[in-house]
């Protein structure tokens, strides 16, 4: 695709998914360029080159070359998004209160949020794909985790819409990935039996740029579920 930023990795992982739906929101044209996952091929010397982590995703654009889900999705906020490209202001740059709570929402999603619920989908979507067992330990671990966060988020989105404020930022975005498998597993419940978490999720699959990155995520691990649990 001439003109086109290249995405290498798998559409369906979750840190992928977090670059496509801002690359979908924007409406950048964009190409996912796969790996052989199995095979190993992000550990491969061409893909080291890209990302010397081993990991995905990597980006491209033109001659530069990024790696980090979330600095790719900045990046690509920042030259593609904003009132002036006619798309939402998924940074809000221009307020520094909002622009903060944005950051502290990015920081809440890595930092107290990820840890949980990868585990959780790990345990009860990977494993059984590549023929591993489930740890029902590590599982309710994680859940009893993850309903402890999702607490803090169900308090946070009864004052407001979305979790920086009033407004969709990346920092709601950066949860999209995950939050897809979970939904795939029988912990959507988590989501379903908070009122405020539940909205929230709706009011994001009701995006396109959402349905349809969270689509591609869902059907790799089964069939769609609903949004509410």
């Known amino acids: 695709m001439e003109g086109a930023v290249k995405v290498y990795g798998v559409a369906a992982s ?28 992000q550990k491969s010397p061409h893909h080291l080159a890209r990302n010397p982590l081993g990991k995905i995703p990597a980006f491209e654009d033109g001659d530069l ?13 920042l030259k593609y998004g904003g009132a002036a490209a006619g798309s939402p202001d998924l940074l809000r740059e221009g307020n520094l209160a909002e622009s903060a709570a944005v950051d502290v929402w990015l920081e809440v999603e890595a930092h107290q949020y990820l840890p949980p619920v990868s585990h959780v989908v790990r345990e009860c979507l990977i ?6 067992a489930r740890d029902q330990r590590v599982v309710d671990e994680n859940v009893a985790k993850l ?9 946070r989105l009864g004052k407001q819409a979305y979790l920086a404020g009033d407004f969709v930022s ?13 939904m795939c597993t029988e912990y959507k419940v988590l989501v379903g039996e908070r009122g405020n978490v539940r909205a929230w999720w709706e009011r ?26």
Do not use: N, W
Not at 67 to 75: G, Q, T, V
């Open 65 to 77: 070359m990024l790696f980090e889900s979330r600095a790719i999705a900045r990046y690509v906020l």
């Open 170 to 182: 990346l920092a709601d975005l950066a949860h999209v990935g995950f939050t897809a498998m979970l």
């Open 204 to 229: 994001l699959m009701a995006r396109p740029a959402v349905a349809k990155v969270a689509g591609i995520v869902a059907a790799a691990f089964g069939p769609p579920p609903p949004s509410s649990g």
């Open 147 to 155: 309903r402890a966060v999702l607490d803090v988020y169900d308090a």
């Open 14 to 41: 979750p840190f992928v998914a977090t670059v496509l739906v801002c690359l979908e929101e924007v409406g950048a044209a964009y190409e996912v360029v796969p790996l052989d996952m199995a095979a190993r091929e």
């Open 127 to 132: 494993q059984p794909m590549i023929g591993g």
